[in-house]
């Protein structure tokens, strides 16, 4: 069964700054997609970046970016220029491309605090 | 477009009850998937329908449950409601469910069981 795993519970950081958020997976599929998603407080869940393991080159929206390890089954999430809005829960998300099965798995989440 | 809607946001209801949650996807989105969510086990997909019907499962019991109607819109039940049942219930629309179709999520249903 498919795993994932977000090991940093909370993370802080300064408003313009740059931060990395964790994720780890496991699995023995060849083929899934990534994804990262944010849950601002008392908001819906929105889609931030999302990767298909089958692409070398590392997914990027704007500010958000990831480094996609595949051999590692590493999938972090960078942002840049960390903005006030982007404080939120950051879920990590794997989803099988089994036939019959595209069933997201997430992960425990990461809560960012952004100081300003 | 009106995003995916949850009805009702917040419930209160006591063990051994039964609850009836309810999600409107995105007009023309076929796909609803239900997840739970609470602080220590993060999301936890409880299942997919598509086309009225069920078509992935998680691993929950069977008190829980859902069904979708032919506009797409789905509910989902759970019968003899326990204290762990208490969690934030999420649903999410897609076009077909498949491939990179991106999930939209409701703003969530808030069960506490007392």
């Known amino acids: 069964a498919q795993t994932v795993t977000q090991s940093q519970p909370e993370m802080s950081v300064q408003e313009a700054e740059t931060v990395t958020l964790s994720c780890t997976y496991d699995t023995s599929e060849s083929d899934y997609y990534l994804f990262w998603y944010k849950q601002p407080p008392s908001r819906q869940m929105i889609l931030v970046i999302r990767q298909e393991a089958y692409k070398q080159q590392n997914a990027t929206e704007n500010r958000f970016s990831v480094n996609f390890q595949k051999a590692a089954k590493s999938f972090s999430l960078k942002i840049s220029d960390s903005q006030l809005g982007d404080a939120a829960m950051y879920f990590c998300?794997?989803?099988?491309?089994?036939?019959?099965?595209?069933?997201?798995?997430f992960g425990t989440g990461t809560r960012l605090k952004v100081l300003a | 477009k009106a995003g995916v809607t949850q009805t009702p946001r917040y419930l209160i209801k006591t063990r051994g009850q039964q609850v009836t949650l309810s999600c409107s996807p995105i007009s023309g989105h076929r796909s609803v998937s239900w997840y739970q969510q609470t602080p220590g086990q993060g999301l936890q997909f409880l299942f997919e329908?598509?086309?009225?019907?069920?078509?992935n499962k998680g691993n929950f019991p069977g008190r829980f449950s859902g069904r979708q109607f032919s506009n797409s819109r789905s509910e989902m039940n759970v019968s003899t409601l326990e204290l762990g049942d208490s969690a934030l219930y999420l649903c999410a629309s897609s076009l077909e469910g498949l491939d990179l179709d991106t999930q939209y999520f409701g703003p969530g249903t808030r069960l506490t069981v007392l």
């Open positions: 329908y598509f086309s009225e019907t069920q078509r």
């Open positions: 998300a794997y989803r099988s491309l089994t036939s019959g099965t595209y069933k997201y798995i």
